[in-house]
């Protein structure tokens, strides 16, 4: 069920829009281009995978603030900037906030198709992420509270004998919950479960 | 005082009129001013020492010599005056005011200013001639035209210096689209799938290689160094010249521009590398009081129209916070950080050197007006184009 990536490019200038786009569909990319970060907006869907092209000196709703507000609503989706010279300092700020890679104009064939091709990489790799941590989320879903608390405390690293005591309850009962979660978990180590576990935490 | 009339009518005593020919002669000698008397086949009769100081003759060489071994196109007759030029003095006087230029004995050329006076000297008419040196006025003249010139071009450079991040955008526009385009070609080109793009691509291509170097070209002619010549200019088309260099900036925040001027306006006389600067200057002043209110009307209104006397009108209104308190002509009024001031002292001295003066006002409903008028272009001179 993938669905085919998309490189959202937001530009004023039409002659850019067109020749980007010739470019990126030269690498058989999809493409969506939009005159302003507005128009953008008012189109996105956070659901379809893809990146963000944008320049970052535009009339209205500049590139940093249109990252601003996508980051604001929780959008993870990578952005690569262009910045014309001398915008260094918002460069630089992009990349504080987040942004995966910014270039200058002119860019080159080369380097901006292999940089938006990372760009779409990470945000596979970010889908991928999201969607196992989902499924992960549904299964700690199944633990019963009790279940739950004691999967917790093993996952931060405390010993059977420790949890036992702290709770007030047996260590064979701590074992009992401890391996009917990790069976309802799919996990087998503990240190699979101290990784999924960090991961949820973030 | 009828001592006085007495005095005129009565005839002079040889003592009076010994002491009036000393008194005469002594101011004829010491007068700084050169005098010339020259009889009616234009020859010089007489001259004083000034003259022979002047040229470097004495008056026994210049005795007799056409006046024009001195001023080569010296007016000396009736039909030499251009009517506009003549002032009748009295009934029979007329006296023609000019610069000309005269030649010294060692060949140097010096810039005159001569008033030439006919009169009668015993029954013959003959001229006075009143030759003055003024190549002291011209070199001052010429000095302070050089010295604006220079500070007209470090406001140049420092208002595009200011200006070079949004330059940098409108030339890298461009050019990232003109290699895009090429790179794109050249890849659809290598893979076999190039077919219905290219067309639209070259297009493209020569279209932005054109909008590139209108840019360049307007840089270029903007940072000349610029030779301080007045000609015909369309103040129209510095308009326009100008619009396009802040486009960028005029796009970037907002601002409607309405131009209103008319078609069929008298050509000015200008400077035009300085007026174009006041134009800049005063079109990114306004640019940035817009920017800075915030607020939704963001308007630059440029009017340019033909006045009743021979000047064209300039107006930039803006619909910014309007204009700041003190003097915003003073020296070093500035309202930014970075010092570079408003550039308004510059702009009026270009202006008042134009012969007119730069005012600002602010508007009832908001923002600030800047107006100046430029001189029209003497008829006489655009019919000889």
Known sequence: MTVESTVFLVDDDPAIRDSLRLLLESEGLRVMDFATAEEFLSHHDPKLPGCLVADLQMPGLSGLELQQHLLGNGVQRPMLFLTGFGSISEAVQAIQGGAVDFLEKPVDAETFLSRVQTALATDRQQRKNQFRQQQMQQQFDTLTPREYEIIARVAVGQANKVIAIELGISERTVELHRSRGMKKLQLRTVAELAKHWNEMQT | MPDQTASYTDPLSDLQLQESEEHLRAIYNNVSEGILTVDSRCCILNCNPAIEQLFGYTGKQLRGQPVNYLIPHCKTKAVDYPAAKCQITNNYQVTNHYQDTGITSSGKSIPLEITVTPIHLQGESSLVVFVRDISRRIEAENTSRLRLQEMAHSGRLASLGEMTSSLT?????????????????????????????????????????????????????????????????????????????????????????????????????????????????????????????????????????????????????????????????????????????????????????????????????????????????PIQSQSSR
Request: hydrophobic share 40%.
């Open chain 2, 169 to 377: 955008h409108e030339l890298n526009q461009p050019l990232t689209a003109i290699l895009s385009y090429a790179q794109a070609c050249q890849r659809l080109l290598r893979k076999g799938k190039l077919d219905g793009q290219l067309d639209n691509a070259l297009t493209q291509i020569i279209e932005q290689t054109r909008r590139a170097s209108a840019v360049s070209n307007h840089l270029r002619r903007f940072i000349r160094k610029g030779d301080s010549e007045r000609s015909a200019v369309d103040i129209n088309h510095v308009m326009h010249d100008v619009l396009h260099l802040i486009y960028h900036e005029l796009k970037h925040h907002h601002i409607d521009v309405e131009l209103d001027i008319h078609k069929d306006i008298p050509m000015v006389l200008v400077d035009r590398l300085q007026i174009e600067q006041v134009v800049l200057n005063l079109l990114r002043n306004a640019v940035e009081a817009i920017a800075a209110t915030g607020q939704k009307r963001r308007e630059l209104n440029i009017r340019t129209f033909k006045e009743v006397n021979a000047f064209v009108q300039v107006e930039v209104e803006d619909t910014g916070g309007g204009l700041p308190a003190g003097d915003i002509f003073a020296k070093y009024y500035s309202t930014k950080s970075d010092g570079m001031g408003m550039g308004l002292p510059l702009c009026r001295k270009i202006i008042r050197a134009h012969g007119s003066d730069l005012t600002a006002k602010n508007n009832r409903i908001g923002g600030a007006t800047f107006h100046f008028q430029l001189p029209v272009e």
